[in-house]
């Protein structure tokens, strides 16, 4: 909406706007869809406490424009007298005198006397701000999103850049402009609402600060408060380093979420995390505001300035959940103890979601270091306003006009998704017992634990979101990722907050197992990533469904011994894939396996309790297992297998292939080296041989491959098998007598029940004869 050209007002003009008259002290500046004055007013806003104020005049040419307009008064007075968001005094809209057939628009709001957040940067243009005036502005602004974030529906700002702070009289960091407030608008359905939507986008955001999914929007997320959290976060760096970070690179790199932070100035790697995580590519991935505020606060080493509102909503979410199955809320639950329990058991899982930046390490997540001030008492002085009370946030509807909006439209249909998802029905606790949870919070380390956007907004995700959720939890098992940080699915995906209070409260409040349990939930019912994550390496272990081994644990109801086995096969996948790096000429690393025989891995270190039968070492390590680990045990299997299979074939019509692959005495002098030389050697020098022997994974240089396929088949036609050497005691397969009755009491995956039942002598003597040179 471009501004019509229409006279100013010179200065002592006097108007009326809403109840107060105003005077005007002269002409600030014209945004792109107003002129702003500075002006007195009267009576004094009890709020602001001041006679002065900001005019804002926007002249809109229909009553289309005429509703946006009035959307930006309904979201400031919705965010009146927040300290960090430029308090509403009064508006008026009117029929234009000065261009008939038009309508003007009249906000007053307090003046902000020190003027804008870039005024005061480009102050500093050679004195860049240090961490703590950083951090200062960072937790001001945060507080002021935090007041939109937390309406319900909540509000996205979508606007979010340096140009929309505003600096008080009293040096209060403040936001402006709400021109561009929206509620969550939902993934486009068709084509036609992808143009609105993109339309939208292009007219109410700035390009620098667009988030991914603002990008594409194909991609399956809402735009909703994780948005505001890009935002966010390309405001931050904006004020570290005076430059955007996708400033150079564009849509692209916003894409991919791949930027670099400059050299210099420096900062705290704790402020620079925070911004990486804050751009992170998945919304999902992305802390909310709440979180994004106690980080900032513990950096700073203060107190939280506000109640993580998410957290509180989840819980009182989770207690109508056990009074729809138990029929009623027991008293015990609102006891302190419960809710340090709770708290207590909801943080910690949080504590490795954090995810790996192996370029430089940093963590967010600051374990024991950042204790003293996540117990912080709530700070009423400096709260958000409306979460005071409970019927305040039932109150706090967006207002019928925003449904005429026409950019509002997709918003109100999300709006009403939002309502009907129980949220309605839990406003009635009370803000005495949520205080209690944050006074009585135990004294330990409460870590980050962020909740994805379906837990902030209880909207139901779209199957293509969900779906992409799940890809990137199970990518954060499997990868590394310099640039994003990616967060376990525990914290952001399926395997939600309210499921954890969930079960937490059921555990609280009946003592039950989670077998017994009539609250079922995904990871209730033993369907949680974990177990499929397991069964999936399990299944790449095996190289089958296993379905003999669950039906076991069906049958024999022992779901340990599953997890057991689970357990004991992670730690033979672990202590198998010891790692080697070899480092190439040509810089990528890679990953050898170094075989140990899994028996020397006693079960009795694996932690029995452990919710899915994983120890604690091993979930941790299990996260480490890089897919590169899986191929090479997997393909270390397939070969052992095939070997087997060869030998069981017993062909002898098939001429035995004598390669050099690995059995050494058949091998081109050039190209035979011993294992243990191979072992120290680097990569550049390894070739076909070891690539066989240890795993495909193992690159070897084209030209390389090359010729020594050509030399391995000129071998073949001169080889003479050499007499058979007798193989030394020392390398025969000893078999215990009980050894055949222990492994029918293990549960083997199919493959190895297979292996177990050939007869080892049997196998030796095939073995010697079909491959003589491997047996010494
Ligand atoms: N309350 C205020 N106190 C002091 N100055 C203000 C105030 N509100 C706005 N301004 C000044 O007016 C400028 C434009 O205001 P605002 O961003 O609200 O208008 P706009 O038309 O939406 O502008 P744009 O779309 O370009 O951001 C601000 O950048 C700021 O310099």
Redesign the pocket.
């Known amino acids: 909406m471009n501004q019509p050209q229409i006279p100013l007002y010179q200065p002592n003009q006097t108007l009326t706007v809403g109840s107060h008259q105003v005077k005007v002290v002269r002409y ?2 014209s ?4 002129q ?1 004055y500075k002006v007195e007013f009267s009576p004094i806003d009890p709020y602001i406490n001041s006679n002065l104020g ?1 005019l ?1 005049r926007v002249i809109t040419p229909n009553k289309q424009n005429l509703n946006m307009l009035r959307a930006e008064v309904e979201a400031m007075k919705l965010l009146k007298n927040n300290r960090h968001v ?1 308090s509403y005094v009064d508006s008026h809209a009117a029929k234009s005198i000065t261009i008939p057939g038009n309508y003007e628009v009249f906000l007053l ?4 006397e020190k ?2 957040l870039i005024d005061f940067l480009n102050t500093r243009l050679q004195n860049r701000l240090n961490d703590d005036e950083i951090l200062n502005i960072m937790s001001q602004i945060t507080q002021g999103i935090a007041a939109m974030h937390a309406l319900q529906p909540s509000l996205v700002h979508r606007d979010i850049k340096i ?2 702070v ?1 600096i008080a009289a009293n040096g209060d960091f403040k936001i ?2 709400f ?1 561009s407030v929206c509620g969550v608008v939902r993934p486009p359905r068709n084509n036609q609402e992808l143009e609105y939507v993109k339309h939208d986008i292009m007219r109410n955001t700035t390009a620098q600060y667009r988030s991914p999914e603002m990008l594409n929007l194909t991609s399956g997320f809402p735009i909703d408060e994780k948005s505001d959290i890009w935002a966010m976060g390309v405001f931050l760096y904006k004020i570290c380093y005076y430059t955007t970070p996708f400033e150079k690179a564009g849509e692209s790199a916003i894409l991919q979420a791949r930027f670099q932070f400059p050299a210099i100035p420096i900062y705290n790697d704790r402020i620079k995390n925070l911004i990486k995580v804050m751009l992170s590519k998945l919304p999902t991935n992305r802390p909310n505001v709440c979180q994004v505020l106690e980080e900032v606060s513990r950096i700073q080493g203060k107190q939280c300035p506000i109640k993580n509102f998410y957290l509180e909503r989840a819980i009182e979410f989770s207690k109508q959940k056990i009074l729809t199955t138990i029929g009623t809320i027991p008293p015990e639950l609102n006891h302190p103890a419960t809710m340090v329990e709770l708290k207590t058991n909801l943080t910690f899982p949080a504590t490795k979601t954090m995810s790996v930046y192996p370029t430089d390490k940093i963590e967010l997540n600051g374990s024991t270091a950042y204790t003293s001030n996540t117990n912080a008492p709530y700070n009423k002085n400096n709260s958000i306003p409306n979460l005071h009370h409970a019927n305040t946030i039932a109150n706090l509807q967006i207002p019928s006009d925003f449904t005429t909006r026409p950019d509002l439209s997709i918003l109100m249909q999300n709006s009403e998704a939002i309502s009907n998802n129980n949220f309605e029905s839990n406003h009635q606790f009370s803000p005495s017992k949520v205080h209690s949870l944050h006074n009585l919070s135990p004294s330990k380390p409460v870590t980050t634990s962020y909740i994805d956007s379906e837990t902030q907004t209880f909207t139901s995700r779209s199957p293509v979101r969900r779906s992409l959720s799940r890809v990137s939890s199970i990518r954060s098992n499997f990868s590394v990722d310099s640039e994003t940080a990616y967060l376990n699915e525990e914290t952001t995906g399926s395997n939600n907050l309210v499921r954890k209070i969930s079960y937490t409260l059921k555990n609280v409040l009946t003592g039950e197992s989670r077998n017994t349990s009539p609250i079922r939930s995904r990871q209730n019912t033993g369907d949680s990533l974990w177990n499929s994550a397991t069964h999936k390496l399990r299944s790449r272990l095996t190289g089958g469904n296993n379905k003999r081994s669950i039906s076991y644990e069906k049958t024999t109801n022992k779901s340990n011994s599953l997890n057991r086995r689970i357990s004991r096969m992670i730690r033979d996948t672990e202590d198998n894939a010891e790692c080697h790096i070899l480092e190439d000429d040509n810089k990528p690393s890679y990953i050898t396996p170094k075989l140990k025989p899994s028996s020397q891995i006693p079960m009795t270190e694996l932690n029995e309790s452990d919710e899915v039968g994983l120890s604690k070492q091993s979930k941790e390590r299990y996260t480490d297992l890089s897919p590169i680990n899986l191929i090479v045990n997997k393909e270390a299997k397939e070969s052992i297998q095939k070997k087997v299979q060869n030998l069981l074939n017993n062909s002898d019509n098939v001429p035995t292939r004598r390669t050099a692959s690995g059995y050494g005495r058949y091998t081109n002098k050039e190209n035979c080296e011993s294992p243990t030389k191979l072992k120290s050697k680097p990569l550049s020098t390894i070739d076909t041989r070891n690539t066989i022997r240890q795993s495909s994974v193992i690159v070897t240089p084209l030209s390389n491959l090359h010729s020594q396929r050509a030399n391995t088949k000129a071998d073949n036609k001169r080889r003479i098998p050499p007499p058979v050497p007798k193989k030394p005691n020392s390398l025969k397969i000893k078999v215990h007598p009980n050894r055949r009755d222990e492994t029918t009491t293990r549960i083997t995956s199919d493959t190895t029940d297979f292996l177990m039942e050939v007869d080892v002598d049997d196998l030796e003597t095939n073995f010697r004869q079909r491959f003589p040179s491997t047996v010494r």
């Open positions: 600030l500046t945004g792109g869809f107003a702003v900001c804002k430029v709001m307090e003046y902000c003027g804008g140009e929309n505003l402006c402009d021109g």
